[in-house]
């Protein structure tokens, strides 16, 4: 369900996920709404159009609604407008150092990452326009998906010369799919309750009620409150924060079950104050005893929901841990006979039997095998590559480390030095 503010919360959130993604690309920019202008001449002012040119109606939903009338005429459910939004976003800035090529190119990384607008896609964006503080359109069962769009070059042209006097810019196009809009005429009255159930106690159904979880933000603590918020990493880490979206999350105890093949299982719950019913938030530990109770890899996660007596679990849904590199040693390595051995503690711990590899440059090497568990890592680099202050990236079980911090001067990401090395 959704009502008439649908349309303006789309355009609205997409804006914010655009602004989030040429915002951490090139920095400085400015967000506008509507027709694109070019800067004043001479200038090389960074702004982003995200800019409505058609609504159309969608092809799959559009006569959804005429099953839902009796045999009179008369509505038996509401109807629904099912629609989709066109959108063109146009991107301004220094051509001599591709400013707009990046911007785009960011943009369309994290749409194609996350193409969905999620609940909390569509809060942050009603918190910042007090005209939207009406929409229900975060209630909706159907999320909106972002799906790049393909014109023809005639069509291109048609379309940039309805803009009249606004020169070509670099753009792409967007459909946003499906909005649905609640009609404001109100169904038939439902039939009066004749018998609520054995003893008065009302119909006791588990249908619809499950808990689901759907999607998650993961980033560092520091930057959970950051708005616009910064893009989502590609898993999870040991301290990371999570923000994860879902349904029927209500109840008395909310508790997630972690399975990963290597480690006993782990129960987490969460508390009242970290989640409602369609979002729940958790902080991973990073103590001593996660280091050995946790393992980098993918987690199985079921969901448990205790309402009274009744207890509901959800599908299962996938976490990807990765580990995080925390020294690299020696640093900076000499290569003896033009090979280098390089020590890498990481947490969590690796068990043995994982598949652990070591990537610099151009060149992955396996890690030597493990007795038992342990944090430290030895790999072999026979003949070793010649670098300087180059990142590296290890791997555990198909689960990537992530080379990156939050800088605490602009609160944007940035390169970890500790997980740079030098090979001379």
Do not use: K
């Not at 008439?4 to 993604?21: C, E, N």
């Not at 009406?134 to 010369?161: C, F, H, K, M, N």
């Amino acid at each position: 369900m959704s009502n008439h503010l649908a349309i303006a919360t789309v355009t609205a959130a997409l804006g914010q996920r655009v602004y989030g993604s040429a915002q951490g690309a090139v920095g400085g920019i400015g967000l506008r709404f509507g027709r694109p202008m070019a800067p004043a001449a001479g200038t090389t002012e960074r702004r982003v159009y995200v800019y409505l040119y058609q609504v159309t109606p969608n092809a799959a939903l559009r006569n959804a609604d005429l099953p839902q009338r009796n045999s009179d005429g008369r509505l038996a459910q509401r109807p629904q407008a099912a629609l989709e939004l066109h959108y063109l976003v146009s991107f301004y800035g220094d051509d001599q150092v591709l400013e707009p090529d990046r911007m785009l190119g960011a943009v369309l990384r994290d749409l194609h990452t996350q193409p969905l607008l999620s609940a909390q896609n569509i809060a942050d964006a009603i918190l910042g326009h007090s005209e939207l503080a009406d929409s229900d359109l975060g209630q909706a069962i159907d999320r909106v998906r972002l799906t790049p769009a393909t014109l023809s070059l005639d069509e291109q042209s048609r379309l940039w010369s309805v803009l009249m006097q606004t020169p070509h810019a670099l753009s792409t196009l967007l459909t946003a799919s499906v909005v649905l809009i609640d009609a404001v005429t109100p169904a038939a009255a439902a039939l009066p309750v004749l018998r609520r159930g054995d003893d008065d106690r009302g119909a006791e159904a588990s249908v619809g009620g499950f808990p689901r979880l759907d999607e998650a933000w993961v980033g560092f603590v520091e930057s959970a409150g950051r708005q616009p918020r910064l893009p989502s990493l590609r898993a999870a880490q040991l301290g990371a924060r999570l923000l994860v979206q879902g349904s029927q999350l209500g109840g008395d105890v909310l508790s997630l079950r972690l399975l990963h093949p290597a480690r006993p299982a782990l129960v987490l719950t969460i508390p009242p104050s970290e989640r409602d019913a369609q979002q729940l938030a958790l902080t991973l530990p990073d103590d001593a005893a996660a280091q050995t109770a946790w393992a980098a890899g993918l987690y199985s996660v079921v969901a448990t929901v205790q309402r009274g007596a009744q207890v509901l679990r959800s599908p299962v849904w996938p976490l990807l841990l990765a580990p995080r590199i925390s020294a690299v040693a020696p640093n900076p390595a000499a290569r003896v006979g033009g090979a280098v051995t390089l020590s890498v503690t990481c947490r969590p711990q690796v068990q043995p039997g994982q598949a652990a590899s070591l990537l610099v440059g151009e060149r992955e090497v396996n890690a030597e095998p493990l007795a038992s568990a342990g944090d430290t890592l030895q790999f072999v680099f026979d003949p070793a590559p010649a670098v300087n202050a180059q990142l590296v990236w290890l791997q555990v079980d198909g689960a990537m480390s992530q080379p990156v911090r939050v800088d605490p001067a602009n609160g944007l990401f940035a390169f970890d030095d500790v997980q740079r090395v030098t090979i001379t």
